[in-house]
């Protein structure tokens, strides 16, 4: 049972909007910067949001990322079929003194 | 740009003592990154904390590990280690180190933003 609570499974067709939540409580998401990773299949995780909504070098703006109180979201705009993969939240947890992950969401392109 | 390679046995004994190093190049270990992290997930499930060594030497691990990790770092060798004792079926995993990027919040403080990745080195747990 992970801290943060992610659906499972996602999915869109090509260029459709999709949005990936991230339910946490007011000693992670409520008190710290939520951040975003994608994994691609026998991949390393790859950062793709930081501090909430900000994005590294060469994460595309069709990527963003939002918090609000002890929920975030990131949403895929212009959905590719090269955007199928693992996606998970992860925050500070103030109570544990840990960094805390989602137990991550499927995305599937149709 | 940092890079880091994790290496290690690929199957330890159920009790054993799991032992992984990390080695990092492109950059110095005593100069680079704030602190230096492991993270592990287990087949088809998602990724684990388990803690992180700052530069320094001081330490903060997973409360649910807590009893079982040590983790150290060795600046002459540019390498961080991991060592989790008393290990089970339940450890089996692949184990990844990780480094957060040069992102900082306003007061100057490291993010906790993984960018910099080793490729992963599988550990099985069995007799």
């Known amino acids: 049972q992970s801290v943060l609570t992610q659906p499972p499974s996602a999915s869109g067709t090509p260029g459709q909007r999709v949005t990936i939540s991230c339910s946490g409580s007011?000693?992670?998401?409520?008190?710290?910067?939520v951040y975003w990773y994608q994994q691609l299949p026998g991949t390393a995780p790859k950062l793709l949001i930081y501090k909430n909504n900000q994005r590294p070098s060469g994460v595309p703006d069709r990527l963003s990322g939002s918090r609000s109180g002890t929920s975030a979201s990131l949403a895929i705009s212009g959905l590719r079929s090269e955007d199928e993969a693992d996606y998970y939240c992860?925050?500070?947890?103030?109570?544990?003194?840990?960094?805390?992950f989602g137990g991550g969401t499927k995305l599937i392109v149709l | 740009q940092v890079q880091l390679e994790e290496s290690g046995p690929g199957l330890v004994k159920p009790s054993e003592t799991l032992s992984l190093t990390c080695s990092v190049s492109g950059g110095s270990l005593s100069s680079g990154s704030f602190y230096w992290s492991w993270i592990r997930q287990p087949a088809g499930k998602g990724l684990e904390w388990i803690g992180r060594?700052?530069?320094?030497?001081?330490?903060n691990y997973n409360p649910s590990l807590k009893s079982r990790v040590t983790m150290s770092v060795d600046t002459s060798t540019n390498q961080f280690s991991l060592k989790l004792s008393s290990v089970t079926a339940a450890d089996t995993a692949v184990y990844y180190c990780?480094?957060?990027?040069?992102?900082?919040?306003?007061?100057?403080?490291?993010?906790?933003?993984?960018?910099?990745w080793g490729q992963g080195t599988m550990v099985t747990v069995s007799s």
């Open positions: 992860a925050a500070w947890d103030d109570s544990l003194s840990a960094m805390v």
């Open positions: 060594i700052y530069t320094i030497g001081s330490t």
């Open positions: 990780a480094a957060p990027g040069d992102y900082y919040d306003s007061n100057g403080y490291p993010l906790d933003a993984f960018d910099i």
């Open positions: 007011s000693s992670n998401i409520g008190s710290n910067y």
